[in-house]
T-cell receptor, first 113, second 114 residues
Framework: NAGVTQTPKFQVLKTGQSMTLQCAQD?????MYWYRQDPGMGLRLIYY???????DKGEVPNGYNVSRLNKREFSLRLESAAPSQTSVYFC????????????FGPGTRLLVL | AQSVTQLDSHVSVSEGTPVLLRCNYS??????LFWYVQHPNKGLQLLLK??????LVKGINGFEAEFKKSETSFHLTKPSAHMSDAAEYFC????????????FGKGTTLSVSS
């Protein structure tokens, strides 16, 4: 049982390049989330998927798109990377019940030059 | 709207002394509250959570937190700090109308000196 896995662990992009961050969970959770973490800002929600087939914007969705490929996988795409998207990205999953614990992946460090 | 305020960005303690990390919240709903810990260059680990059961919540590694509705607080405490407790700590509240999506505080860095 690997929990939540993310690939890649680290990526360097040039401004304008595109990339997709992958996330998978093996806990049969219905809900999945993408956050970004910036110094002094805590984690901020980018997008979430309450269940397979649905996605919704979070606090900071601009510049990102997501795909809930199936129940296990939830990807985050940067179509045209900008330096402001340099951050650490965390994927998480949970069951959609009030107060249910979210389980986090190890994170992807992204540097946009 | 829900929000979380961690009152100290940095707390320094000596090993063996008590730890207090302060958190106030604002929520239109009955909140679920969490404390997560993040060690350097690591992911996030759940310390404890409050979900409207007992107001004193015990977590891992000797940490506990008390939910005080009258004060809208959820402070994290530990009787005796250990060097391995040095990390960043996040107080978190759920967004009830968005499933279980979370709102994070900005974090408190705990330093422990010998």
């Amino acid at each position: 049982n690997a929990g939540v896995t993310q690939t890649p662990k680290f990526q360097v992009l040039k401004t304008g390049q595109s990339m997709t961050l992958q996330c998978a969970q093996d806990m049969n959770h219905n809900s999945m989330y993408w956050y970004r973490q910036d110094p002094g800002m805590g984690l901020r929600l980018i997008y979430y998927s309450a269940s397979e087939g649905t996605t919704d914007k979070g606090e900071v969705p601009n510049g990102y798109n997501v795909s809930r490929l199936n129940k296990r996988e939830f990807s985050l795409r940067l179509e045209s990377a900008a330096p402001s998207q340099t951050s650490v990205y965390f994927c998480a999953s949970s069951q959609p019940q009030t107060g249910e614990t979210q389980y986090f992946g190890p994170g992807t460090r992204l540097l946009v030059l | 709207a829900q929000s979380v305020t961690q009152l100290d960005s940095h707390v320094s303690v000596s090993e063996g002394t008590p730890v207090l990390l302060r958190c106030n919240y604002s929520s239109s709903y009955s909140p679920s509250l969490f404390w997560y810990v993040q060690h350097p260059n690591k992911g996030l680990q759940l310390l404890l959570k409050y979900t409207s059961a007992a107001t004193l919540v015990k977590g891992i590694n000797g940490f506990e937190a008390e939910f005080k509705k009258s004060e809208t607080s959820f402070h994290l405490t530990k009787p005796s700090a250990h060097m391995s407790d040095a990390a960043e700590y996040f107080c978190v509240v759920t967004i009830q109308q968005a499933g279980t999506a979370l709102i994070f505080g900005k974090g408190t860095t705990l330093s422990v000196s010998s």
